[in-house]
Every structure is written in structure tokens, then in C-alpha cells.
């Protein structure tokens, strides 16, 4: 992926205050809309005058091409993004962090109404100690970060020793397999007509696994996983698939059988577009 670097003085801002329980967390910065340049400073002023954010780092940031699971032409109507990583020691619990983040994309005039619209300050919590959460309001680690390069390449300014608590690989290990030679993707899943969808419609070589057997044999090799499964077909094979493709010590995309077909195939795309 092509990008521009930015430079920011690293930020490394401690404040005398201890706690009985603390945590490093790690937030992702992107913005594409208005002074994104501007928007990031005043992001880590916010974060930084609250106080339970006893320690502050961020990242050089850089300029990267919007990522929208489309056609080059409809990426290149977007203007690029300006991204950065954010490493806090913080005494908020997972909940508490997320919700001072909403609140600071709002005083920004963010508006979360389209997945891949352009936007004014996007806010991402990615990582929360070694903590792995699944809920209505947030999923930590954040569920498309293993593979996506304008993410994890900031991030190794200030976090490249940062465990990825899914995959168990540090933010450095990640970006190292992104640069594997390999192209191959693997589609584990037990839906054949959504996988003949997606090997019609997607340009890499994608190998589709319907059984473990299948799945360890192609997954050595594989630069992302894609775990897609119908729910009201899982029979025991799937189910043991199943756990072996979320476990992956490796970049896995999660896919909700509720998004369709199309929306689906639109996500694999755009993660490989990430991972360039």
C-alpha cells in the first residue's frame, strides 16, 4: 500500500497519579474529512487532559488510500486517509475508554451512518490488555485489525511489542506476515453456494475448506483466513472447523452469515485491499 509518512513529535506523557488497576489499550486514529492533522493533535490533547490516562504515545502518522472493498476508481473518489496509533496506560476499564472515544468523535462531528463513508475522526479501540470481549457495543481486539496494514504499520512505532490476544502474535509478527510471498486466502466455511461465490468474485486464489483435514493442509500457507459458517447447518466436522479457524495463530476475518452474499464478498475484498 502506497503512503505518505507524517511526522509527529512522539508523545511519551506521564502523569504522577497511581492506580490499583491499570492497562495498556491501543486506539487507532484515521480521518479523511476537514484538518485530519489538526483533528489528531487535539485527539491526544483530549486523551491526555483526562485523567485517567496516566501515560500517552502516538504515533508518526501516515497517508494511506481509503480502503472500500470496491473498484480502485471508487477508492480514489475518496481523499486519502491520515492514520495513526494511539498507546495508552489507562485506569478506565474497556466500557469507560470506549465511551470517552464516541464522545470525542462527536466533538468532531463524526457520524457513524456508512460502513466505508469518508469521515471527519474515526476511533477504533483495538487492543485492551489481553482482554478479548464480544458484546452489542464493542468486540476487543478489534475484529479487522490483524490484517490491516494501514493499522498495524503506524501502530509499530509505539506498539510493535503489543500482543494481538486472539492470534497471540505481537503487532510486529503481524505486519511480518503480511509481507509473506503467499497471495492464498483461505475460505473456511460450510456454505458451498456462498463459496462459489466468493472464488467467482474475488481476483486472489481463495481455497475453500469445508473440513479440518482441509483446513490445516491449506492454512500453513495462508496470508489471511476468512471464517464464514451457516449456523443452522453445523454438524460436527463444522464444529470442530469452526474452532480451528477461529484459534488461527494468523490475520482471520470473521464473517456474520447474516451480512449476505454480496456484502460479504465486499469484506474479503476490502481485506485484501488492506493488506497490501
Known amino acids: 500500500m502506497f503512503f505518505r509518512r507524517f511526522f509527529f513529535s512522539s508523545l511519551n506523557l506521564t502523569m504522577n497519579q ?17 484538518d485530519a492533522e489538526s483533528t489528531l493533535r487535539k485527539t491526544v490533547e483530549s486523551l491526555q487532559n483526562a485523567p485517567q490516562i496516566l501515560e500517552l504515545k502516538c504515533s508518526q502518522a501516515v497517508r494511506t488510500k481509503a480502503i472500500t472493498g470496491q473498484s480502485t476508481d471508487d477508492s480514489a ?27 470525542i468523535e462527536k466533538e468532531f462531528g463524526r457520524e ?3 460502513h466505508w463513508a469518508p469521515r471527519t ?6 487492543i485492551f490488555g489481553d482482554q478479548q470481549i464480544r458484546s452489542k457495543e464493542l468486540t476487543v481486539p478489534h475484529p479487522r485489525m490483524s490484517f490491516r496494514r494501514f493499522v498495524l504499520e503506524p501502530a509499530l512505532d509505539v506498539a510493535a511489542d503489543m500482543v494481538h490476544p486472539e492470534s497471540g502474535m505481537t503487532l510486529q509478527q503481524l505486519v511480518d506476515h503480511l509481507e509473506k510471498p503467499t497471495q492464498n486466502i483461505v475460505l473456511a466455511t460450510n456454505d458451498a453456494s456462498f463459496a462459489d461465490a466468493v472464488v467467482a468474485n474475488v481476483p486472489s486464489t ?8 482441509a483446513f490445516m493442509t491449506e492454512a500453513v500457507n495462508a496470508k489471511l483466513v476468512v471464517a464464514y459458517f451457516n449456523q443452522t447447518n453445523l454438524d460436527e466436522e463444522t464444529e ?23 456484502h460479504a464478498t465486499r469484506e474479503i475484498l476490502a481485506a485484501i485491499d488492506a493488506m497490501q
Open 18 to 34: 497511581s492506580s490499583p488497576k491499570k492497562a495498556e489499550a491501543l486506539i487507532a486514529f484515521g480521518a479523511n474529512q476537514g
Open 77 to 103: 473518489s475518496q481523499s486519502e486517509y491520515l492514520n495513526a496509533a494511539i498507546r495508552v496506560l489507562t485506569t478506565w476499564n474497556p466500557g469507560e475508554l470506549h465511551r470517552a472515544m464516541i464522545e
Open 112 to 114: 457513524r451512518d456508512e
Open 121 to 126: 475522526i474515526d476511533l477504533d479501540l483495538l
Open 206 to 213: 481463495v481455497h475453500v475448506a469445508s473440513t479440518v483435514n
Open 240 to 262: 470442530k472447523l469452526t474452532r480451528f479457524a477461529y484459534n488461527f495463530a494468523g490475520p482471520t476475518l470473521r464473517l456474520d452469515e447474516t451480512l449476505g452474499d454480496v
